[in-house]
């Protein structure tokens, strides 16, 4: 028997742009002899599910759909909605009131994991991973420029705290550029992390918990023409070299599997993650940049990449996901 799934995506953020391009990705590929699917857009204003005929508002309340034929209940959720609610807990925990099973980090470890600073303090201690010196600021004032310019070493990246996709972020190579580039990060949060430049060759590998337990996709190696992975090489097709399976030793693919996937048990994840690291050119430490609960799924994304060259067909891995939880 079908099993009826709730696509979710949208959002509040700038983000929501990314979402409604991985849902319509996500669509395309599952599996619809297994599934019923229902998009279901969430906005400030918002939450339905659109047709030819129109919209339909999602009763909020036990979250079902009231078509015109029918009431449509969701077995489980496949949450595709990056930022706001999505990856930050509050669609999680909402959906765990309503025993609603999905795809993803539940609510805890969502909004952890949305906070850029807590995660590193969780991950930190984990044999053979690094993280860069890092100050987290709470407020855009004075006293900013010098807390950084006395406690770190430049180049500097500058990030909103619980942000993602790259948005707000920027590298700062000398003092001069810190006043804006700290106004750039505080316009998109009230928490900014500026951390010291890390040089080394950047990755991004998945890491999933399917009906086998927890599995580690082939890293991708990113390779941006531009001064760090930004938003613009994140999504313009062809702008950014992108290697997969990445080239790394027999040695370091090993440290990484392991390091990876502690840091996934660590965060308690659940479904699929996308973690970011450095292997620095020096010493060939293992950084921790990030992890995103609600990895990209666009036609350029990363983790589609990955799956593909582990082996895997997308829409039997999409269905692994959603019967790992139904």
Known sequence: MKKTIALITGGFTGESVISLKSAEFVNSKMDKTKFDVYKIIITQDSWYHETEQGRTEINRHDFSLPLSSETIR????????????????????????????????????????MNKGYTKAIVDGIEGLFVARSIQLFSNNEENINKITSGLKLPYFIKPNNGGSSIGMSKVKTTGELPEALAKAFNEDSQVLVEEFINGREFSVGIYKGKVGIEVLPATEVISPKEFFDFEAKYTPGMTEEITPARMTDSERERVVRIVTEAYERLNCKGMVRIDYFLEHETGNFYFVEINTIPGQTATSFIPQ???????????????LIEAVC
């Open 74 to 113: 969701f077995d489980a959720a496949f949450i595709i909605l990056h930022g706001s609610p999505g990856e930050d807990g509050k669609l999680q925990g909402y959906l765990d009131m309503l025993n609603i099973p999905y795809t993803s980090c539940d609510a805890l470890s969502s909004a952890l994991t």
């Open 306 to 320: 990955q799956v593909k060259a582990a082996g895997k067909d997308i829409t039997s891995f999409y269905s692994e």
